[in-house]
């Protein structure tokens, strides 16, 4: 017989539910157009799988306007905790799923299928349900304070990627699930492992709750940094950061490329969100300090593991999934510093990413598209043929290593900034190393981000086999996303109006 | 009521296995076998610590969805396993090595 009082507690918590779930539209609206989608599928031909893109194409849109509705709302300074803390309202969120969107809109508009050839990517209704499943994973993520909610919201992502990556059903796409889903299985039971740890130590499961952080400081080093790192284990894997970097270049490889191009991406970004959500509810304990040296020496090697190994590559894919290791190692940068500075540089360079990666991964599915091949030798002299392409990748690579006149430059000069200032106020060494390890792989960047550019202009063509089939679509996209690149290198301010107003709820205030 | 720290020896014990199993077995259902003796003894841990917790069981309800979302894993990992083994005709790991250069 329930006394009195935890009824009341029942229906406290009921009423707070309720009074939750008119901030959580954008993902009821994902949820439900999952269902939408889903049964659609399930009652219509086959051929109409066209309008199923479509359809996910205007869910994303609708959740997007219920997005903005919600950054209008937090700018009045209503930041909140939803659903009993399990999840945070910020605007650091909400520009995260922004980002999301974008990543998971360009996704759509890559697999749409040309009306006058075959499909490149052949599109069952399960690809499209689970591509919005990813993306409703993502938004959770970024919002999780309690570990339960980031447990679950990271696993919806890591099964709806699993899924996607084995869909084709072909050889290389099934050896890329095996690995993809042995490496991220390992790496989330690690993690779980680390929360069960983490809930002994302090009896609750909100990050950011004061009593969490009164648990930690009674507990001796040694375990919190072993708990710590366990749980630790999961987000890199999702960021891809050394030493969970091994399944990167398989997946990439093996998978459809506009999937492989919101993995790279998006799931990045999540994972950065929940580890900053993470170790900032450590740095009360005053054991940031060690954090700091940790997490620098992670983004150092994946950093450095990422430009070696890519400078090797032959396979245009697998560079690029190289590539995004570095880029992982210099989005951590933001993070090690541990200052508001360096998280905001972290949040120009995550924008800039997406532009920029995509536009990376749309340039190799055009180049494939011509060549049949994702080879970087058979690229050879494609440039003097399709000049516009030609320069459009030189745009790109050059944003990517990040050089001027690109916003790829004003992102690697923010979050190098921000460690030179992080460096200056507290004169860490390790800030130091940090810094000079980033230049010195922006330099050695270069050496593989221009060969592709070098291959399409100073080489001979050597295969004369080139498809000359237009691919209109995927051209406009490309310009579209080269354009803010060169633009928000002119005019970087519009960007960082709005991400200098953003800020991140780390700490629940007891009203 | 037996002490926690029995529990906690328990799902180390497990924890060490698994870990072992994972690093040194060369089929990937083994494998699987192995994540999943790491998972319960993170079930073990949650359900033993819930005890200092007596009014909100979070712990208890994590190793619920911990449970399902262990079945969901190793449902896909298993469909994924089948997929493997209609092209290599192996789950041998080592034998599946295709990608690369």
Request: aromatic share 14%; hydrophobic share 55%; proline share 3%.
């Amino acid at each position: 017989m329930p006394d009195v009082s935890q009824m009341q507690g029942l229906t406290n918590k009921l009423a707070e539910i309720t009074a939750s779930v008119s901030s959580f539209l954008p993902e009821i609206s994902l949820a439900v157009s999952i269902i939408i989608i889903l049964i659609y599928d399930l009652i219509t031909h086959k051929r109409q799988r066209q309008y199923l893109l479509l359809f996910a194409l205007v869910a994303l849109l609708l959740t997007g306007y219920l997005t903005s509705l919600q950054w209008l709302s937090a700018s009045r300074g209503a930041e909140e905790f939803l659903f009993n803390d399990m999840l945070v309202l910020d605007k650091a969120s909400i520009f995260a799923k922004f980002v999301f969107l974008v990543a998971g809109i360009l996704t759509i508009l890559m697999s749409w299928p040309d009306r006058a050839h075959k499909p490149m990517l052949s599109i069952p209704g399960e690809q499209v349900i689970l591509l919005v499943g990813l993306v409703l994973g993502t938004f959770l993520l970024c919002m999780s304070v309690n570990l339960l909610m980031v447990y679950l919201a990271l696993e919806l992502i890591s099964l709806c990627s699993y899924i996607l990556c084995t869909m084709n059903g072909d050889k290389p796409g099934s050896e890329a699930g095996l690995k993809f889903i042995l490496f991220g299985a390992v790496s989330s039971a690690f993690m779980l492992y680390g929360m069960s740890l983490f809930y002994g130590f302090t009896g609750s499961l909100h990050i950011n709750d004061p009593s969490f952080v009164a648990g930690l400081e009674t507990i001796h080093w040694l375990p919190l940094t072993v708990a710590g790192l366990l749980v630790i284990s999961g987000f890199l894997f999702k960021i891809a950061a050394f030493p969970f970097q091994v399944w990167a270049p398989d997946v990439y490889q093996g998978s459809p490329t506009p999937i492989v191009a919101f993995f790279s991406v998006a799931p990045k970004i999540a994972g950065l969100f929940i580890l900053i959500r993470f170790t900032n509810a450590y740095s009360f304990v005053d054991l940031a300090t060690y954090w700091q040296e940790i997490l620098a020496a992670v983004a150092i090697l994946s950093m450095t593991v990422g430009n070696f190994a890519a400078i090797r590559q032959k396979n245009a894919k697998r560079m690029l999934a190289y590539s995004s290791i570095a880029h992982g190692g210099f989005l951590l940068c933001g993070l090690v510093t541990f200052t508001d500075f360096g998280l905001s540089a972290l949040l120009f360079y995550a924008a800039i990413y997406v532009l920029m990666n995509f536009a990376a991964f749309l340039i190799v599915m055009l180049l494939e598209g011509k060549t049949h091949s994702l080879e970087m030798d058979t690229f050879k002299g494609l440039g003097l043929k399709f000049p516009v392409l030609g320069v459009l990748t030189i745009v790109a690579m050059i944003a990517l290593t990040g050089l001027p006149p690109t916003a790829g430059f004003t992102a690697k000069f923010l979050i190098f900034s921000s460690i030179w200032a992080a460096y200056a106020s507290s004169a860490k060494p390790i800030l130091l190393y940090l810094l000079i390890f980033g230049l010195f792989n922006t330099v050695i960047s270069l050496a593989y981000y221009l060969k592709i550019p070098y291959l399409l202009f100073f080489k001979e063509s050597a295969v004369t086999m080139v498809s000359d089939r237009k691919d209109y679509l995927k051209n406009i996209l490309l310009v579209f996303l080269i354009i803010p690149i060169i633009l928000l290198f002119f005019k970087s301010e519009w960007l960082l109006y709005i991400i200098n107003s953003i800020t991140f709820v780390f700490q629940k205030v007891h009203k | 009521m037996i002490p926690i720290a029995h529990y906690l020896f328990l799902s180390a014990a497990l924890f060490g296995i698994g870990l072992v199993i994972i690093i040194t077995k060369k089929n990937a259902i083994v494998v699987l076998m192995g994540i999943e003796l790491i998972l319960n003894a993170a079930n073990l841990n949650l359900i033993a610590f819930s005890q200092y917790d007596p009014t909100l069981i979070q712990g208890q309800s994590f190793a619920l969805f911990v449970i399902i979302i262990a079945a969901a894993e190793a449902a896909v990992a298993l469909a994924i396993i089948l997929k493997v083994y209609h092209f290599y005709n192996t789950s041998v790991l080592h034998e599946v090595h295709n990608l690369g250069d």
